[in-house]
């Protein structure tokens, strides 16, 4: 159930808070464990011992970039469809976030953690369509913010957090901006074919940069 809200008043329910809290979790672990392999293969038992300091800083660094550049994606995406006048929450996806996990484990990526899901008022398409590109937008603010790490910090956490921080959040706008299934690029596409195409263009050319020129930094 839908937590009861006030017109335009931001309010977040208890399974929402948990739901929220443990797709950061899982999606700081899923990441860790892609970009570390030596935790991985350390929690598998294949190498004889597991690197503890080094699996808490990763998850740490993953959980304050990866994770932050998922949620805050989709609360943006419930900021604004409460700003329209729809109950608005996040859901995650339990499945999915075991999978993403697994698949870390593996060697994969794969993330998927849930969504926001809006419901009451009738929107009109370029509502529906500014609910959508919430998402993508914040992920390039997100990059933005990240980015001065990357010109100033030393070597070290600093600069492997901002080389983290803007690298999967301009991959994230540009993959949500793709124009298929449930992703927000078929739903802004929708709405206005400009305003898919400069926010898409610019997405896409940027994360390009950003894995040939910053990458990763774990």
Same mark, same amino acid.
């Given at each position: 159930m839908y937590q009861q809200q006030k017109s335009g008043e &931001?309010?977040?329910s208890g399974r929402e808070i948990r739901d929220l809290g443990a797709a950061w979790l899982a999606l700081g672990v899923a990441f860790t464990f892609f970009f570390r392999r030596d935790v991985a293969f350390g929690l598998l038992g294949a190498t004889g011992q597991f690197?503890?300091?080094?699996?808490?800083?990763?998850?740490?660094?993953?959980?304050?970039?990866?994770?932050?550049?998922?949620?805050?994606h989709e609360l943006a995406h419930k900021v604004?469809? &409460?700003?329209?006048?729809?109950?608005?929450?996040?859901r995650a996806d339990y499945?999915?976030?075991?999978?993403? &996990?697994?698949?870390?484990?593996?060697?994969?990526?794969?993330?998927?953690?849930?969504?926001?899901?809006?419901m009451g008022r009738e929107v009109t398409s370029r509502q529906n369509g500014l609910i959508a590109v919430a998402g993508p937008v914040t992920n390039l603010l997100l990059a933005a913010v990240f980015f001065p790490l990357v010109v100033v910090a030393p070597d070290g956490l600093l600069l492997q957090a901002g080389q983290l921080g803007v690298s999967v959040n301009l991959i994230l706008a540009a993959f949500n901006m793709l124009p298929f299934g449930p992703l927000d690029g078929r739903t802004v596409i929708g709405w206005s074919i400009i305003v898919f195409a400069l926010v898409f263009t610019v997405s896409a050319a940027l994360a390009v940069w950003a894995v040939l020129f910053v990458g990763f930094g774990l």
């Open positions: &931001i309010r977040f690197p503890l300091d080094t699996a808490i800083v990763t998850l740490l660094m993953s959980m304050g970039t990866v994770g932050v550049g998922f949620l805050l604004v469809a &409460i700003r329209f006048g729809r109950v608005a929450e996040f499945t999915m976030l075991a999978l993403a &996990i697994g698949l870390g484990l593996a060697g994969f990526l794969f993330a998927a953690p849930g969504a926001v899901y809006h």
